[in-house]
């Protein structure tokens, strides 16, 4: 049986690619939510005014990776201490934001924020959210690393460092 976990943490090109990675990884998703309008376009969302953030949606097999698991490489992944920005990526948009779907993802995000705090020495600002209505991103966004990354300067500048380090730490949960 498949579960889902909803994360932001900046372009959700970078984050996608992280996952992918991970073993009992079936599908991610890009998409938007957290904000005020109807089924936004990207390029609605890129102005920061509707309030949504890039988000990734994860569905996974909890057998073979924990909800847990997926939030202990989130926090080590992306930069959880600045506030509505991650690398060049400036707005609320790509704040760090987590969106539990139950009371229990609620709580286990909260000990992995706990968790994560002792590796960073500025507080982590990641926003733990109520879920909102998921709106799924354009089509060209979906599997962006894998279709045309290599192919884009900024992906390529971002995604192989975060790659690196989710091989290095996470070696066990990623994928042959």
Known sequence: ???????AGGCFWCTEAVYQDLKGVE???????????????????CTGRTGHAEAIRITYD???IGYADLLRVFFATHDPTTLNRQGNDVGTQYRSAIF????EEAALARAALAEAQADFADPIITTIEPESHWWPAEDYHQDYWARVGDRNP???????????????????????
């Open 1 to 7: 049986m498949s579960a889902t976990a909803t994360l």
């Open 27 to 45: 599908k991610v998703e890009n998409g938007y939510l957290g904000g005020t309008k109807d089924n936004p376009t990207y390029e609605e969302v």
């Open 100 to 103: 539990p779907h139950n009371e």
């Open 154 to 176: 900024y992906c390529m500048a971002v995604i192989p460092p975060k790659l690196q380090k989710l091989r290095k730490k996470f070696a066990a949960h990623v994928k042959d």
């Open 62 to 64: 909890p057998e073979q």
